[in-house]
């Protein structure tokens, strides 16, 4: 059974730092491409970070360009999130996922053929 299992969430001060990690197990990712979409309370998920696997390239939402850094380790199947100087408008659960959808196109969000449950990440300001 495929799972995407994220850890790493929690509480930080508004400017502080998290990095999420986000392990696949039940298959190889090797032709899919990984990333991060949030949810806030009363608002539509959205697209956070990509990272294809094929060519490593990466890709952000505008909001957190700059801030947010999306990376993989293949050989642990693996993807992470290191998020720095974080705002309050950076609360959200923060899902993974996997597709094999280029990375380039996931800011488009819609369907993808695996979900992680979900951490919960709370900036206070």
């Known amino acids: 059974q495929v799972q995407l299992l994220e850890s790493g969430g929690g509480l930080v001060q508004a400017g502080g730092s998290l990095r999420l990690s986000c392990a696949a197990s039940?298959?190889?990712?090797?032709?899919?491409?990984m990333g991060w979409f949030r949810q806030a309370p009363g608002k539509e998920r959205e697209f956070v970070a990509a990272?294809?696997?094929?060519?490593?390239?990466?890709y952000y939402a505008d909001s957190v360009k700059g801030r947010f850094t999306i990376s993989r380790d293949n050989a642990m199947n693996t993807v992470y999130l290191q998020m720095n100087r974080l705002k309050s408008e950076d609360t959200a659960v923060y899902y993974c996922a996997a597709d094999p959808k280029h990375g380039s196109i996931w800011y488009r969000g819609g369907p993808m053929d695996y979900w992680g449950k979900g951490t919960l990440v709370t900036v206070s300001s």
């Open positions: 990272i294809s696997w094929s060519d490593r390239r990466t």
């Open positions: 039940g298959r190889t990712f090797g032709s899919y491409s």
